[in-house]
C-alpha cells in the first residue's frame, strides 16, 4: 500500500476547486505522465514546473506609476463608466472604464469586448482591489487595459511576488493553473529525510517539502532555474529512486533461482561448421559469458552492446541454439518489421542447416496463417519464433519458452520485457537483450542498471572504414556524378530523406520528391521506402535492393535499425544537420558491409547551428560508437537523452539537468552503500526511502514490497 502521508498526492486533479471534466482532460494533454495518456493527479501536477517567472514584486503608489513597466498596486474602486449589458456575445465598440484611486492619485482600467456584468461584480464601487498590470500612455494619460490581476485583499494574501509561468495548452489558461497551484502548493507534505544528512548539508540542499514548494512559489528568479539547489535536490531524489529500485529488482532476480542451460553443443556445432567465417574474439569472449550465465542456477540478464554490424545476430543465434539444445523454445524480439524479416532471411539457411526450425510473428500474419504458427508453437513445432510486439499478444502461447532475445532494447520498456518473460511459465526465462546504440556509461546506471553487460568492441575482419565527407546540399551536382560512377562500377546506395513533422502529420513529400528527381537521372529503377508503406510492399522493395535489381533506395528513417546489405556501399543523408548523432552513427553503419571501399555523404542545408556543425565533425572524425554516443551525451547536456525517445519507458520527470551525470553517478555510489547497510530498508532512512519509492512510482520495485 501506498504510504497514507502520500496519498492525498494522488488524488486526481478534479478534487481540486475549479478544475471540472473539461480541465481535466486538458491537463490530461498538457502534463506528460510517463506511460499512455492518464488521468492526471495532484502529484502530476506538481511535477508540471514553471519555464518562467513574472516579475511581480514592483509595488508603487498610483503617482509612481511609469508606462511600459509592471506594476502592483493597491486602489479603490471609485466609478464605472461603460457601455451597458446589450446581451450574451453582444459588445459595444466603447471601451469600459474602471476609475481607481490611492492616497496619491487616480487611474482607469481599460477593457474592450466584456461583458460589463463581469467587472461590475469583480470591481464593485467602493472596494479596494489589488491591481498587477502594464501601464500605457493614452492620450497623455496613464491607464492600465485588461490588467493581468484584480484581485480581492484575500487573494492577493496568497499570490506570489514572483508570478510562476507554466506551460500551458489551447483552453488552459494560466490563471486556472495558478489557481489549482495555489490549493495544492499548501498540501505539499512535509516527508521524512531519505537524503544522507551529511550529503545534503555539503549540496546545501533543502528538504523536499522546501525544494518543490520553492519551485512553485519562487522568491528568486534563479529559484526556477534547472541548476538551483531545489531543483538539483528533486533530481537527485528521482535519480536515486529509480537507481534504488532498479537495484532492488536487480537483487530480487538474482535471488530467485533461473534455469540451468548447458546443451551439448551439438546444434551450435553444426552452426560453427556451416558458418563462411570465423567468429571473432569478441564474439567468443560474449559467447562465454552469455553461456556461462545460462549454465549457472542464476538468471540472466545479460545487455549485450555492439555497435552497428559487429556480428550480433549470430551470437543471438548460438546462444539460442544452446537453449534450442536442451529441447526449450526461444523467443526472439525485433522492434520492427524490417527487422523481424530480416532476421529471418539472415538466419534461414544457417538454422537450416543446422536444425532449427524457425517462426515468424508480427503484425502482418493474420487469420488462418497466424493461428497455424500459434498452433505450432504451443506443439513444439517451432524451436525459434521470431517477431515484433506481436509476441506479447496475450493468445501466444509457447510449449516451454526458456530463453528470450530482445534486439534493439531501447525501444522495447521493461515492463514488455517482463510481459515475455511471463509467457515463460513459473520458471521465467533468461533475457538476452541487445542493443546496437552504444550506451553512455551513466546511462547504462539508470536505464540498464539491472544487468550485466557484454560487449562486442571488435568488428569482423574485412571491414573497411567509411569515408565520411560533409557537403552542402547546394552541391548536389557534384554527388550526383560520383553516385553516377559508382552505380556505374555496381555499387549500391541509400539515399536518406528524413521526415518532416508538420504539426500532427508526417510529411513524406521530401522522400517522394527526391526520388522523382534521382529517377530522372538514373532511370525508373530507383527504389522509395518508408513507414506509411504496407508491409508487404516494404518487403519487396528491400527484397529487390538486397538482390541488386535496384540500385539507389530512397528511404525515410525505416531503414535506420539493422538492415543488412552487404553490397550497398554509399550512403547519402540529406538534411543531416537534422539527425541526432546516433541516429547519423546508424545510418552509416548501413555500410562498410561488404566488398567495396564505402562512402557517407553528409548532405547538410545551411546556415548550419552550432550544435548541428559539432554533431557533423565527429561524424567526420570517428566511427567508433562508443565515443559517439559519449559526445553525443554532451552535446545533448544528458536531459534529452534519458526522454521517452531514447530509453524506451523510462521518462524522467524531474532530473533533466545540466549535470545529471554527476548525479547519476553519485545516485549510484549511494545505492550501493545505502543497500550495503540496510539491505531490507528497515532503518529510519530505510523507510523514508521506500516512501521516495512510492513518490516516484517505481513500480517494479513497489511490486516488491507488496510482495513481502
Ligand atoms: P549487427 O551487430 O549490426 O546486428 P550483424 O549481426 O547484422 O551486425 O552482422 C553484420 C554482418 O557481419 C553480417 O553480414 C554478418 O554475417 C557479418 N559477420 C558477423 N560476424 C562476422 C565475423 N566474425 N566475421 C565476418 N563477418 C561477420
Ligand atoms: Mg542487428
Same mark, same amino acid.
Do not use: E, M
Given at each position: 500500500m501506498r504510504p497514507t502521508i502520500l496519498q492525498p498526492l494522488f &488524488?486526481? +486533479?478534479? &478534487?481540486?476547486? !475549479?478544475?471540472?471534466p473539461r480541465l481535466k482532460t486538458l491537463l490530461t494533454k498538457l502534463i506528460d505522465r510517463p506511460g499512455e495518456l492518464k488521468d492526471p493527479r495532484k502529484i502530476d501536477l506538481l511535477w508540471h514546473f514553471p519555464t518562467g517567472v513574472v516579475d511581480r514584486r514592483n509595488r508603487p503608489k498610483i503617482k509612481d506609476l511609469k508606462s511600459g513597466e509592471l506594476a502592483t498596486f493597491d486602489a479603490t474602486v471609485i466609478a464605472h463608466k461603460g457601455p451597458k449589458f446589450k446581451g450574451k456575445g453582444k459588445f459595444s465598440k466603447a471601451p469600459y472604464r474602471i476609475k481607481l484611486e490611492d492616497s496619491t492619485g487616480e487611474i482607469d482600467l481599460v477593457f474592450f469586448r466584456i461583458d460589463p456584468r463581469y467587472l461590475e461584480r469583480q470591481m464593485p464601487v467602493g472596494e479596494i482591489r489589488y491591481i498587477s498590470g502594464r501601464p500605457e500612455l493614452y492620450a497623455d494619460y496613464l491607464q492600465i487595459s485588461h490588467p493581468d490581476h484584480m484581485l480581492t485583499k484575500e487573494e492577493f494574501d496568497t499570490f506570489p511576488n514572483l508570478e510562476p509561468v507554466y506551460p500551458l495548452t489551447q483552453g488552459l489558461t494560466g490563471k486556472t493553473l495558478q489557481k489549482a497551484m495555489s490549493q495544492l502548493i499548501p498540501s505539499i507534505p512535509n516527508l521524512p529525510e531519505w537524503q544522507d544528512p551529511e550529503w545534503l548539508k555539503k549540496q546545501r540542499w533543502p528538504t523536499f517539502h522546501d525544494a518543490l514548494t520553492t519551485l512553485h512559489r519562487p522568491e528568486e528568479i534563479e529559484d526556477i532555474k534547472a541548476d538551483s539547489l531545489g531543483r538539483q535536490r528533486l533530481a537527485y531524489d528521482e535519480l536515486l529512486a529509480k537507481q534504488l529500485s532498479l537495484a532492488l529488482v536487480r537483487r530480487q532476480l538474482r535471488a530467485k533461482k533461473g534455469r540451468v542451460i548447458k546443451g551439448n553443443g551439438s546444434i551450435r556445432n553444426k552452426i560453427i561448421e556451416a558458418l563462411p567465417f570465423a567468429l571473432t574474439g569478441s564474439q567468443e569472449m560474449a559467447l562465454g559469458e552469455i553461456f556461462a550465465d545460462m549454465a549457472s542456477d542464476n538468471r540472466m540478464l545479460r545487455l549485450l552492446q555492439g555497435d552497428v554490424?559487429? !556480428?550480433k545476430t549470430i551470437v543471438a543465434l548460438m546462444t539460442a541454439a544452446a537453449a534450442i539444445e536442451e529441447g526449450h523454445q526461444v523467443a526472439l524480439m525485433a522492434p520492427t518489421e524490417v527487422l523481424a524479416r530480416q532476421h529471418i532471411e539472415s538466419l534461414e539457411e544457417l538454422a537450416d542447416k543446422a536444425g532449427i526450425r524457425l517462426g515468424i510473428l508480427t503484425g502482418r500474419e493474420k487469420g488462418k496463417v497466424r493461428k497455424q504458427i500459434l498452433l505450432a508453437l504451443e506443439e513444439g513445432l517451432i524451436d525459434c519464433l521470431i517477431g515484433t $510486439? =506481436?509476441? *506479447?499478444?496475450?493468445? +501466444? $502461447? *509457447?510449449?516451454?519458452? =526458456?530463453f528470450a532475445i530482445i534486439d534493439e532494447q531501447h525501444r522495447f520498456g521493461v515492463e514488455q520485457r517482463l510481459a515475455l518473460q511471463a509467457k515463460a511459465g513459473p520458471k521465467g526465462a533468461e533475457l538476452l537483450v541487445m542493443t546496437a &546504440?552504444?550506451?553512455p556509461r551513466t546511462l547504462l546506471m539508470t536505464n540498464y542498471g539491472d544487468m550485466d553487460v557484454s560487449k562486442l568492441t571488435e568488428k569482423p575482419a574485412g571491414r573497411k572504414p567509411v569515408t565520411s565527407r560533409v557537403i552542402p546540399v547546394d552541391r548536389l551536382e557534384e554527388v550526383m556524378i560520383g553516385l553516377k560512377r559508382a552505380i556505374q562500377e555496381g555499387a549500391q546506395a541509400y539515399w536518406v530523406c528524413p521526415l518532416v513533422e508538420t504539426s500532427d502529420k508526417i510529411e513524406l513529400a521530401a522522400a517522394e520528391e527526391r526520388h522523382a528527381y534521382l529517377k530522372q537521372h538514373f532511370g525508373d529503377n530507383i527504389g522509395l521506402i518508408h513507414g506509411q508503406m504496407k508491409g508487404e510492399e516494404k518487403d519487396k522493395v528491400m527484397a529487390q535492393f538486397s538482390n541488386g535489381a535496384i540500385p539507389i533506395l530512397v528511404a525515410t528513417t525505416v531503414i535506420e535499425v539493422g538492415v543488412n546489405v552487404p553490397n550497398a556501399s554509399i550512403m547519402v543523408i540529406e538534411h543531416s544537420e537534422r539527425f541526432g548523432l546516433s541516429q547519423l552513427h546508424q545510418l552509416r553503419g548501413? +555500410?562498410?558491409?561488404?566488398e567495396r571501399q564505402s562512402s557517407c555523404i553528409f548532405l547538410y542545408t545551411s546556415p548550419l547551428g552550432a550544435t548541428a556543425k559539432s554533431r557533423l565533425k565527429i561524424m567526420r572524425e570517428t566511427e567508433d560508437g562508443f565515443i559517439i554516443a559519449e559526445e553525443d551525451l554532451k552535446l545533448r547536456g544528458g536531459g534529452e537523452m534519458l526522454g521517452r525517445r531514447q530509453s524506451g519507458e523510462r521518462d524522467f520527470r524531474v532530473a533533466n539537468v545540466p549535470n545529471q551525470q554527476e548525479l547519476i553517478t553519485a545516485a549510484n555510489d549511494d545505492v550501493k552503500l545505502i543497500l550495503h547497510n540496510d539491505p531490507d530498508l528497515t532503518s529510519e532512512r530505510g523507510k523514508a526511502l521506500r516512501k521516495l519509492i512510492y513518490l516516484f512510482e517505481c513500480d517494479e520495485a513497489i511490486k516488491l514490497f507488496r510482495a513481502g
Open positions: &488524488t486526481d +486533479v478534479d &478534487t481540486l476547486k !475549479g478544475i471540472g554490424g559487429s !556480428g $510486439h =506481436a509476441l *506479447f499478444q496475450s493468445d +501466444v $502461447h *509457447f510449449k516451454n519458452l =526458456a &546504440t552504444p550506451i548501413r +555500410v562498410g558491409r561488404g
